[in-house]
């Protein structure tokens, strides 16, 4: 496994208290190459898995479970700084690889992602449930950075989940009685505490699975804002394949109360 990035305790202990932080300078230049040249190639040939969509002024390319598909995705997720992140920010004695995924927002694909939180889309529960969101360029406000709300990892409110295409709001997922659909949060910002940050590429968000975020559209005329991420599950997360998640992250064979460990969500780190 590659040495991860410096990490102090109190990045430790923001993410546990706001659920979310950002870590400067996770991924190295040489990483950061291995990665755009894997996006360019994953645009040109979509894996299975993929959910792009044009929008009015740009488009919007996304893709999962990428890292199936190429050998640079790979070894970033399974034996790459992601992994060390985890470790660092997840007090776990095993880790699993949930899946990988792809945020490509062309120049003026200006359309937001909605607000949400992302552990009700997947058929997992538990609390160790992390997200690293690696930036490939700058990404400011004007290109579509994330935004959280600061301690909502901590509501145990689960949203219904809703589609993210240009039909936004309209969902494609079935509902789950023991949802509640998210309040407008983007009309009502500042009954909220939102926090973000700016990213220079190599940057990282890091952000449990149940903390509220949003990012806006691409509203510039000639910079992309290419995102990567990779999810990882630790001990208290079992397969929990729940009404309304999302079909592509399901694992074959598993069934309720299972561990992850398996082809598609291998361990990428056990301290036995």
């Known amino acids: 496994m590659s040495e991860g990035p410096h990490i102090t305790d109190a990045d430790v202990d923001e993410y546990q208290r706001d659920g979310a932080t950002v870590v400067r300078g996770a991924v190295s230049s040489e990483w950061q190459e291995r990665l755009a040249a894997a996006i360019e190639r994953d645009i040109a040939e979509p894996g299975p898995f993929d959910h792009s969509y044009d929008v009015e002024g740009g488009r919007f390319h996304g893709n999962l479970r990428v890292w199936q598909n190429d050998p640079d995705f790979a070894a ?20 699993n690889l949930l899946y990988d995924q792809l ?37 400011t ?22 589609s993210f295409g240009p039909n ?12 509640e659909t998210i309040p407008d949060i983007e009309a009502d910002r500042d009954a909220y505490d939102i926090v973000s ?24 005329a000639n910079r992309r804002r290419r995102g990567y991420t990779v999810r990882y599950c630790g001990d208290d997360v079992r397969y ?22 398996s082809e598609q969500c291998p361990v990428v780190y056990s301290a036995t």
């Open 76 to 95: 970033f997720c399974l034996d790459g700084p992601p992994v060390a992140i985890a470790r660092r920010f997840v007090d776990a004695s095993h880790l």
């Open 168 to 179: 936004n709001g309209a969902s494609a997922y079935e509902r789950n009685p023991a949802y």
């Open 141 to 162: 406000a004007e290109n579509g950075r994330l935004e959280f709300v600061r301690g909502s990892h901590e509501w145990d409110r689960w949203f219904q989940p809703e």
């Open 103 to 139: 945020f490509v927002k062309e120049a003026g694909a200006n359309h937001p992602t909605r607000w949400h939180n992302d552990q009700p889309y997947w058929p997992v529960s538990g609390r160790d449930v992390i997200s690293i969101w690696v930036a490939l360029d700058p990404t």
């Open 197 to 220: 940050w700016d990213l220079e590429p190599g940057d990282v968000y890091v952000f449990s699975a149940m903390t509220l975020h949003f990012a806006a559209g691409n509203a510039t």
């Open 240 to 261: 929990d394949p729940r009404v309304g998640t999302s079909t592509p992250v399901h694992v074959p064979g598993k069934v309720a109360g299972d561990l992850l460990d």
